[in-house]
């Protein structure tokens, strides 16, 4: 007796078909699953034994052999028991259906139930693109997989509740797809709630309409931490592409909500400075997202920036410039998609009151100079804005003027984002800080006075060609917010501005 069931596996963000093929001969009883399984899946053999005969069927007696096709690509996870267990149950003709157009994917629990996996609207995305029709997922997964159109995502509660299904007794709905709702739920945080500190807004304000990465340097309580939380909410709304990329991601790391599971609100994710590369980065034996690649069209928040370990920065500093982190194991080489908007925050000494106004800094000269430079060279180098955010006074603190609320600083945002979006139509390039060298010379336009100034300040401030490259771009995201075509000279004082604190604190 021989069946064959359709099933999806995934290895990072990339799925592949799987055939799960069950042959039953005579022989002593026996339970083989070959294919280059793993541990979880070979596991699956008690697991299916169990369902099947909870479940009020029969498990077959004899020699069962099953084989994961292709045999060459490593199985893991416990995703292969429902195909395994339909294989079976088809093999002995308890169960007979059509299933040419259909595939599974699942954990079984010991009494027939089916559990949740990971990596769900990935699968779907395969299983549409090789003619699936229905597909069969776990009931927690089903709103994930309905996000797909064109094809018939089914969310199977437990055993009995499918063998209904495809008998025909008790039909099963299709998971309905719920409509892209980009409209941004009233946040907790706002600007509003920020008392002074109009150039760190401004700032923020210049790094959400161009994508770009920002330093935040000061004292304890100036509001560094305040400022980079409420962020998100000047961003841009999401478009449905960003919003699917991001919920692959989500999905394959198993950290999205059943009830809503497309990610629709800009992530923002802040790890701890304690941290290891391998979480920030990505990895483990088969790589897993880490928080960078979750952080994906969104913003990664590191916190106390030089506390973290020298070999996580610089874990940062080529997926910054590429917008995508490539992983290699034994078991495989991965490449996940990371572009984000980086908001680091750091006090300016160990005791944090270095430069304050009112306040003695308790650190020798040289701690000063160790502390800073845990930042390497490099690292500064890919934060296109550094921004010193001092202690904020009494009479701004307890003023009773209305502050800009994060409404009103967004309009300006996405306005500036509407000007790059037709700008860079077919591109590929969706804001100014993701600008190639290539495209700098042809958007990056400037009057003669801003040229000389740029030359002026390149030569006194000994800059890099990376630097150059990034003041274009911070310049063109000024003049966009100003509405500007070409660069002018007040635009790029304005980025020049905002690129010159490290001369205050890393210079001689």
Not at 316 to 340: F, H, M, N, W
Not at 399 to 424: L, P
Not at 446 to 466: H, I, P
Request: hydrophobic share 40%; glycine share 8%.
């Amino acid at each position: 007796m021989f069946a064959k069931v359709k099933s999806i596996g995934i290895f990072g963000m990339e799925s592949y078909m799987v055939e799960v093929e069950a042959d039953i001969s005579s022989g002593l009883p026996g339970f083989d699953i070959v294919g280059l399984p793993d541990a979880a899946v070979k596991e699956s053999r008690d697991r299916v034994r169990a369902a099947i005969k909870n479940s009020g069927y029969k498990f077959p007696v004899g020699k069962i052999t099953v084989n994961l096709a292709p045999a060459d690509i490593k199985k893991e996870g416990s995703v292969y028991d429902l195909p395994i267990m339909m294989a079976l149950l088809i093999a002995t003709g308890q169960i007979k259906a059509e299933l040419d157009d259909s595939a599974f994917i699942g954990e079984v629990s010991l009494n027939g139930n089916v559990r949740s996996v990971n990596g769900i609207i990935a699968m779907t995305i395969l299983a549409k693109q090789n003619g699936i029709k229905n597909f069969y997922v776990p009931m927690q997964n089903a709103a994930e997989g309905a996000n797909i159109s064109d094809i018939s995502v089914f969310g199977i509660e437990n055993i009995k509740a499918l063998f209904l299904h495809l008998t025909g007794d008790k039909p099963l709905l299709p998971a309905v797809k719920k409509e892209f709702d980009k409209k941004r739920q009233k946040a907790s945080l706002d600007f509003s709630e920020v008392k002074g500190q109009l150039l760190a807004k401004k700032a923020l304000e210049v790094a959400a309409a161009g994508g770009h990465n920002i330093l935040l340097i000061g004292p304890p309580g100036s509001g560094k931490s305040m400022l980079a939380k409420r962020f998100p909410t000047i961003l841009p709304e999401m478009t449905f592409e960003e919003s699917l990329e991001t919920t692959k991601i989500h999905s394959i790391a198993g950290i999205l909500d059943s009830e809503n599971p497309m990610v629709t609100s800009r992530p923002f994710r802040s790890p701890h400075h304690t941290t290891s590369s391998v979480a920030l980065a990505g990895g483990g034996t088969i790589p897993r997202p880490g928080e960078l690649s979750m952080a994906h069209n969104g913003v990664l928040f590191l916190d106390e920036l030089p506390e973290f370990k020298r070999d996580v920065m610089e874990a940062l500093r080529q997926p910054l410039e590429d917008g995508k982190i490539t992983i290699s194991r034994v078991a495989g080489t991965l490449t996940y998609p990371c572009s984000v908007t980086l908001v680091a925050a750091m006090n300016p000494c160990p005791c944090g009151f270095f430069g304050h106004p009112t306040r003695n800094c308790t650190c020798s000269q040289n701690m000063v100079s160790k502390y800073l430079n845990r930042v390497s060279g490099p690292m500064l180098d890919r934060l296109d804005l550094h921004i010193e955010v001092p202690p904020v006074d009494f009479e701004s603190l307890n003023s009773t003027g209305a502050e800009e609320t994060s409404e009103q600083i967004r309009e300006r945002v996405n306005k500036a984002r509407e000007i790059q979006n037709e700008r860079y139509k077919g591109t590929g390039i969706t804001c100014n800080a993701r600008l190639t060298p290539a495209m700098l010379k042809k958007y990056c336009q400037l009057t003669d006075d801003a040229a000389a100034l740029l030359q002026a300040s390149f030569d006194n401030l000994g800059m890099s060609a990376r630097a150059y490259d990034r003041i274009l771009k911070v310049a063109r995201t000024v003049a966009d917010l100003a509405g500007s075509e070409n660069i002018d000279m007040i635009h790029m004082a304005q980025a020049l501005q905002f690129r010159s604190l490290d001369r205050k604190y890393w210079g001689d």
